[in-house]
């Protein structure tokens, strides 16, 4: 009866720290300033987040996970200049990789 108690305590006790906790994370969002070599994006706890290239970029955006490239069959989510990706599930930003045709060429993220 004792576990049975426990595990209706850490039910509601946790059970609304779950449901609420990810809708009230605030927005972040940053610009990243890519090369041709792929790199992890930098490190922020998030767990959904959007990405856009940015509208001047002369070059594709490669987006995936570690060892995504540019070409091949692990090229990853390829965006053009001013396209965007939304809803992407993760727990770090820096668990997604990218690379870019041009050097120079940016992605804006905004996550939460």
């Known amino acids: ?6 595990i209706i305590l850490l039910f509601f006790v946790f059970l ?5 906790a990810q809708v009230y994370m605030p927005l972040t969002s940053g610009n990243v300033t890519l090369g041709t070599s792929t790199a992890a994006l930098p490190a922020l706890k998030a767990y959904s987040c ?5 509208s001047t970029n002369t070059g594709l955006i490669y987006l995936g996970g570690f060892g995504v ?3 091949g069959t692990t090229r990853g989510l390829t965006l ?3 396209a965007s990706f ?5 727990i770090n ?3 997604i990789y990218a690379a870019a045709d041009t050097a120079g060429d940016k992605v804006f ?3 939460n």
């Open 69 to 71: 490239t540019r070409s």
């Open 93 to 95: 930003l820096n668990n």
């Open 1 to 6: 009866m004792k576990s049975l108690f426990t």
């Open 86 to 90: 939304s809803n992407v599930g993760l």
């Open 16 to 20: 609304p720290f779950t449901l609420f």
């Open 109 to 111: 993220y905004g996550c």
């Open 50 to 54: 959007t990405f856009q290239a940015w």
């Open 80 to 82: 053009s200049a001013g």
